[in-house]
C-alpha cells in the first residue's frame, strides 16, 4: 500500500492557555527548532509558527508520532511533558486545513480580522522553505492558505473596518470618563501596542504624557508619535495627578500596584480609570476593589473590539461561509498531491523510452534532414502525450476525491510500488 502523507497541527494558543503559561512554550531559536524536529521526529516537512498569542507546529509525514514531537518541544523550552496536558491542541488532515484558512483569514485571533498574523504566517513559511524544512505538502497548504486570507479580507472587508486594540482603548476610556478634554491622562509604555494608543489620542485630539523606563524611549516617542514625556521614577512615586492611565508594557511585574493606586486615591479627590493593554498583565486586578477605580484589561478590551467588529459589520459569517467553500477546494489540492510523484515518475520513464526508441529510429534511417527528424520527434511525443494522459488525468481525478488505492493499482501496473513507499 501506498502510504498515504498526512499533516499535523500541534498547538499552543492563547484560546486554551493563558500568555504568561504559552510563553513557557516558546521554542527560541527557530532554526536550531527546525532541525531537532526534523532530527528527532518522523515529519517530513515542518513549519512554526511563534507569534505573541500563539506557538503552532505543522507537519507532514507518512506517519507521526505525537509523544516524539512533545518530546523535541519539551526539550526545546525546557518544559517537562507533562505540562502540554492541559494546554496542547491537536488535529490532522482537514482540521489542519479549516484551522490554518481560519488563521489566514484572521478569525482566530484575539481580534478578529488583525492583519499581524497573515504577515506571520507568511514569515513563518518563506523561513521554511529557506530552511528547507518545508515542502511540497506544506508549501502548497500554506501558499493556498495565504490565497484564501487575502481573498476573505478582500471580499469581506473583515479587516477594514477593524478597530485596533488600542483605538478601542481610547474609545472605551471616553465612554467611562465625562470631559476626557479636560482630563490628564498618561500613557506607560513605548513599544507597538502603546503606540497604538498614542495613534488614536493624538487623532481625537487628546494631550498625554508619556513615560517609559528609559527616558530617551520616551523622549523619541513623543518626537514621533505624541505626548509629553515624563521621567518614570516620578510616575511610579505618583499616580495622583493623573485621571486616564493606558498600561502597555512587557513588565514581567505589577507596576501599578493596589498600594500605588490607594496613596493616588488618598492624595486626590477624583476616581481614575487604568486600562491594562498588557498581557501578562501590568496593573495588579485587585486595585478594581478600590472605590472609584475602573479597570479594564487587555482580555475586556479585545472582547469588546470583536462585539463591536460583529455588530457593525456582521463580516465573520461571510468569511466562514468563504471558507468553508474553499476548505473543499483545499481538501482536494491536497489528496491530488498523493497522485503527483507517481504522474510524474510515469511521464518522465515513458519519456526515456520514447528518447531511446527515436534514437534507435533515427540510426537506422541515416541522414535526414531536420524538418522530418521534427515531424518524427513530434509525432512520437504526441502519442506518448496522448496515451499517458488520460490514464494519469483520471489517477489525479479519483485521488482528488479522496480514492486513493488507484494509486496502488497504478504503482503496480507501471511497477512503481516501491518508489511511492519510499517517497
Ligand atoms: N503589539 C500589539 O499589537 C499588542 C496587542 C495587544 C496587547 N499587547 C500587549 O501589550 C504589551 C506591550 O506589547 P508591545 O507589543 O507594545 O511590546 P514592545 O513593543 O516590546 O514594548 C514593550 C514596552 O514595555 C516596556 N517595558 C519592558 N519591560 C519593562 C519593565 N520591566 N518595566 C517597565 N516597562 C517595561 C518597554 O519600555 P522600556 O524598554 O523603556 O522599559 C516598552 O515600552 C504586551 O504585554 C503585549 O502582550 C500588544
Not at 468553508?324 to 511521464?347: G, H, N, Q, Y
Not at 521534427?374 to 485521488?399: A, G
Request: aromatic share 6%; glycine share 6%; proline share 2%.
Amino acid at each position: 500500500m501506498a502510504m498515504k502523507q498526512e499533516i499535523f497541527n500541534a498547538r499552543v494558543t492563547f484560546r486554551k492557555s493563558p500568555i504568561h503559561v504559552l510563553e513557557r512554550f516558546t521554542l527560541g531559536d527557530i532554526e536550531n527548532a527546525y532541525s531537532s524536529f526534523q532530527k528527532h521526529t518522523d515529519l517530513q516537512e515542518c513549519v512554526i509558527l511563534q507569534t505573541c498569542n500563539r506557538v503552532e507546529i505543522f507537519g507532514s509525514g507518512t506517519k507521526h508520532d505525537i509523544d516524539k514531537i512533545k518530546k523535541v518541544w519539551a526539550s526545546l523550552s525546557g518544559l517537562e511533558e507533562h505540562a502540554f496536558q492541559d494546554n496542547l491542541e491537536w488535529s490532522k488532515d482537514s482540521d489542519v486545513y479549516d484551522h490554518l484558512l481560519k488563521l489566514t483569514s484572521g478569525l482566530d485571533s484575539m481580534v478578529v480580522g488583525e492583519e499581524q498574523i497573515l504577515g506571520q504566517i507568511k514569515n513563518s513559511i518563506a523561513s521554511a522553505r529557506s530552511n528547507k524544512s518545508s515542502g511540497e505538502h506544506l508549501n502548497t497548504l500554506f501558499d493556498k492558505a495565504i490565497r484564501v486570507g487575502t481573498r476573505v479580507r478582500n471580499s469581506t472587508g473583515i479587516s477594514k473596518g477593524s478597530i485596533s486594540i488600542g483605538s478601542m482603548a481610547v474609545k472605551l476610556a471616553e465612554e467611562n470618563v465625562d470631559d476626557m478634554k479636560l482630563k490628564h491622562i498618561l500613557l506607560i509604555g513605548t513599544g507597538d501596542a502603546a503606540a497604538l494608543v498614542a495613534k488614536s489620542l493624538t487623532k481625537r485630539g487628546y494631550q498625554f504624557s508619556i513615560t517609559s523606563r528609559t527616558i530617551e524611549r520616551s523622549t523619541s516617542f513623543s518626537k514621533t508619535i505624541g505626548g509629553t514625556p515624563i521621567d518614570f521614577n516620578q510616575i511610579l512615586s505618583g499616580f495622583e495627578k493623573y485621571d486616564v492611565v493606558f498600561v502597555a508594557t512587557t513588565a514581567p511585574y505589577f507596576l501599578v500596584t493596589h498600594e500605588r493606586i490607594q496613596k493616588a486615591l488618598n492624595e486626590k479627590n477624583s476616581g481614575m480609570m487604568i486600562l491594562d493593554l498588557s498581557n501578562p498583565r501590568t496593573v495588579d486586578e485587585k486595585v478594581a476593589e478600590l472605590s472609584g477605580i475602573k479597570l479594564m484589561n487587555i482580555d475586556q478590551i479585545a472582547e469588546m473590539v470583536d462585539k463591536n467588529m460583529r455588530s457593525r459589520m456582521g463580516q465573520k459569517t461571510s468569511a466562514e461561509q468563504i471558507i468553508k467553500e474553499e476548505l473543499t477546494v483545499l481538501e482536494a489540492s491536497m489528496k491530488r498531491l498523493e497522485a503527483e510523484p507517481i504522474v510524474k515518475d510515469v511521464f518522465k520513464n515513458m519519456d526515456e523510452i520514447r528518447i531511446k526508441e527515436l534514437e534507435k529510429a533515427m540510426n537506422m534511417l541515416g541522414d535526414l534532414d531536420p524538418d522530418k527528424k521534427k515531424i518524427i520527434d513530434d509525432l512520437t511525443k504526441s502519442v506518448v502525450e496522448n496515451i499517458v494522459s488520460v490514464p494519469m488525468n483520471n489517477l489525479r481525478k479519483e485521488t482528488e476525491q479522496g480514492n486513493s488505492e488507484l494509486i496502488d493499482t497504478v504503482g503496480k501496473l507501471f511497477n512503481y510500488k516501491k518508489k511511492i513507499d519510499s517517497t
